[in-house]
């Protein structure tokens, strides 16, 4: 892979006390029998296999952290983390609107590389390092997503403003990329063996509908037994996932200047008509709630005609895929009833469609999977928000509607995500990287490593 010219690289702190490079043998090398019984009774303890663990069970335990090479693993995220801070800034400042991930990937490539990581770059553009695990365990998947909503040209440059760093892109989503390549370095440089594998995925367009991520689940099938997306601001830990259905709504029809107007086909009044209608729909309160917005309205070019044409566009969100479905039918039903009333044709165009995962009931059993369950502890174990939701709009919706155990969980805090003043507290990050790789470690099972 070639290097990114024109970058500063970033020192980080090795612990001398381990070796670093090359990586270690993937199978952890048992010195004594005592070492081996020591190994399974820690998988036992620790529950290797989070796949096994009845419902209602949570991965994470207190004493993990009584672990000296968890500690120092937790140790090293702190003293590293200025380094950390600076590297968001490189990433966020390194332009990544969708589709155009190239460049950025390639940095994160070659971090991941550079830490002895198996890397690949798919077909999309995906980032993918893995880090073998050393034992039976489930494979987790952790996503952050490279892309931003920012055009190519926007001005990326990363104001420091006390606590707050300032810039397009800064809180979503280089916060989680940076946090990404901190927990992989954190892993790496104190030489924690997880049971199972570890995937590490920049994805790729995740702003225009998760294609990344959709992408590497096809492509992949059966690998991961979790996913958890790296999105979002600290706060809940959202594990189901909100279907969202962007339409686009045309009305067409012949024209005519103002003084022939009259008791003519006219698009702007269909139109008009329609949203009103739309606007009467009744959302059941009982089945997980929805919600709409038409957002956007073009059509027409002068004063002194009817438009030949007159659009809107409608915003449909809901986490039950039966209610959104029926009420995007609903929908349609009401713009064809004023199309016909005033004798226009109309068109739909399909802009985005964002599979439903089902209500809170739907995912009850979900709600009691040890992912959740252990998000949940992990969080609240760091005193971080942690209130689990049957929603969620990351990356972890395409998991979710494939039956994969999915969250997302936050970067850090921060604000006014997909403006010009997007901002973070980059402090925040700190606890938020300590907890994904706690959750890493509880639900993949750290394997016992030699001790020096
Ligand atoms: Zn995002």
């Known amino acids: 892979m070639p290097a990114n010219p024109g970058l500063p690289s970033l020192v980080w702190e090795s612990d001398s006390l381990l070796p670093i490079f090359p990586r270690p043998l993937v199978l952890p090398s048992l010195r004594s029998l005592s070492s081996l019984a020591l190994l399974l009774g820690m998988a036992l303890a620790l529950g290797l296999d989070a796949q096994t663990l009845p419902p209602g069970e949570s991965a994470f335990s207190p004493q993990l952290l009584e672990r000296s090479d968890v500690d120092r693993a937790l140790e090293w995220i702190e003293e590293n983390f200025e380094n950390q801070v600076a590297e968001w800034i490189l990433i966020n400042e390194i332009p990544a609107p969708s589709g155009l991930e190239e460049a950025r990937g390639r940095y994160v490539a070659e971090q991941m590389e550079a830490e002895g990581l198996e890397v690949s770059v798919d ?100 690998v991961a037994d979790m996913l958890i997306a790296m999105d979002g601001g600290l706060g809940r830990i959202p594990y189901g996932a909100l279907g969202i259905y962007w339409s686009w709504f045309h009305f067409l029809g012949e024209g005519s200047h103002t003084n022939t107007s009259a008791g003519r086909p006219n698009p702007a009044r269909a139109l008009s008509d329609a949203i009103a209608s739309i606007y009467e729909l009744e959302i059941p309160e009982d089945r997980g709630g929805a919600v709409y917005n038409v957002g956007m309205l073009r059509g027409g070019s002068v004063f002194n005609a009817i438009p030949e044409r007159a ?27 004023a199309a016909d009333g005033h004798g226009v044709r109309w068109e739909m165009e399909e802009e985005n469609r964002m599979p439903a995962g089902g209500t809170a009931e739907d995912l009850a059993d979900r709600r009691q999977h040890p992912l959740i369950l252990t998000a949940e502890d ?46 973070a507290h980059w402090p925040s990050a700190l606890p938020a990287t300590r907890a994904v790789l706690l959750l890493a470690l509880s639900l993949s099972g750290v394997a016992d490593s030699p001790q020096p």
Not at 312 to 327: C, I, Q
Not at 385 to 405: F, H, K, L, Q, Y
């Open 123 to 222: 077909g999309i553009g995906n980032v993918v390092g893995l880090r073998q695990g050393v034992a039976d365990g489930p494979t987790l998947v952790f996503a952050a997503h490279l892309d931003t909503v920012h055009p190519i040209d926007t001005d990326v440059a990363v104001e420091r403003d006390g606590e707050v760093l300032r810039a397009p892109g800064i809180f979503d989503n280089s916060a989680s990329v940076a946090n990404m390549l901190a927990m992989i370095r954190a892993l790496e440089r104190t030489g924690l063996q997880t049971a199972g594998d570890l995937i590490f995925i920049g994805t790729a367009q995740e702003e225009v509908g998760l294609r990344g991520m959709i992408h590497w689940l096809e492509e992949n099938e059966g």
């Open 311 to 337: 659009s809107f566009s409608v915003d449909l969100r809901s986490v039950n895929p039966v209610l959104l479905d029926s009420l995007q039918a609903e929908i349609q039903d009401r713009v064809a009833q």
């Open 378 to 423: 992990v969080y609240g174990f760091l005193d971080l928000p942690n209130e689990p939701v049957a929603s969620g709009s990351t990356d972890a919706n395409a998991g979710v509607v494939r039956g994969i155990p999915s969250i997302s969980v936050g970067r850090s805090e921060g604000g006014d995500q997909h403006t010009l003043s997007e901002w």
